[in-house]
């Protein structure tokens, strides 16, 4: 399967903007994600960018991509304490069959008042 | 729509005992994904389905677990005999098609969390 990696742990303080990084090994167009997962749930998805677009933004997410380097962030403005969660980024190459997302292991961020 | 559901959300089980976890997708999906979370070992794939057929169960760990989808709106997941390592949150997700969002992003449950003692 394709590797995605993540640092696993972020901490920044409330009203600062979080930076969330990814890398990914697939060399196919590919659509990547970003999903949120708060305590005690499921994930919930966030947005997602396919691997032509540079830059997708979306309220207080921005989603930027680097298609050379395979590198995926994601920054959320104005970072508040509901926006601790784990982050996972994921990977799915575009087919008319089969339907595997590629998940990273997941980025604790925690939110301090 | 309801989103997934899965039932039970908690299960404590001794060794030895069979454990059955159950997902209800979205109705019109035709995708089903089980996967397992650890903190060891992250998000695991175990299984999933299209249009009730197993397509890729690679990620099962040992033959004590199996999966089924007996049909459109029921999937279960079993493991017999239950053993502490088995201890995760077991998720359930479902997609509406394969090939591009938004019709191919993954829905999930609230997820099992399964503590075998």
């Known amino acids: 399967g394709e590797d995605v990696e993540q640092s696993l742990f972020l901490s920044v303080r409330e009203g600062d903007s979080s930076v969330i990084n990814c890398t990914y090994t697939?060399?196919?167009?590919?659509?990547l994600y970003w999903y949120k997962q708060e305590p005690g749930a499921g994930l919930q998805l966030l947005t997602y960018i396919f691997s032509n677009m540079d830059m997708k933004q979306d309220q207080r997410l921005t989603v930027l991509l680097n298609k050379k380097d395979k590198h995926l962030s994601l920054r959320i403005a104005d970072t508040q304490t509901g926006d601790s969660a784990i982050y996972f980024c994921a990977e799915s190459p575009p087919t008319d069959t089969g339907n595997q997302f590629y998940f990273g292991t997941g980025t604790s961020l925690t939110v301090i008042p | 729509d309801a989103g997934v559901i899965q039932s039970p959300r908690h299960e404590v089980t001794e060794m030895g005992q069979e454990v059955t976890l159950r997902c209800k997708p979205i109705?019109?999906?035709?995708?089903l994904f089980w996967y397992r979370q650890t903190m060891m070992r992250g998000l695991e794939l175990l299984i999933y389905?299209?249009?009730?057929?197993?397509?890729?169960d690679s990620g099962m760990p040992e033959d004590r677990f199996s999966a089924k989808m007996p049909n459109a709106s029921f999937s279960t997941l079993k493991i017999q005999p239950s053993e502490p390592r088995d201890s995760a949150v077991y998720f359930c997700?479902?997609?509406?098609?394969?090939?591009?969002?938004?019709?191919?992003?993954?829905?999930f449950g609230p997820g099992t969390r399964l503590l075998v003692l």
């Open positions: 389905f299209n249009n009730n057929v197993p397509i890729d």
């Open positions: 697939d060399s196919s167009s590919t659509y």
């Open positions: 997700a479902s997609s509406q098609v394969a090939g591009a969002p938004p019709g191919k992003t993954q829905y």
């Open positions: 109705s019109g999906h035709d995708y």
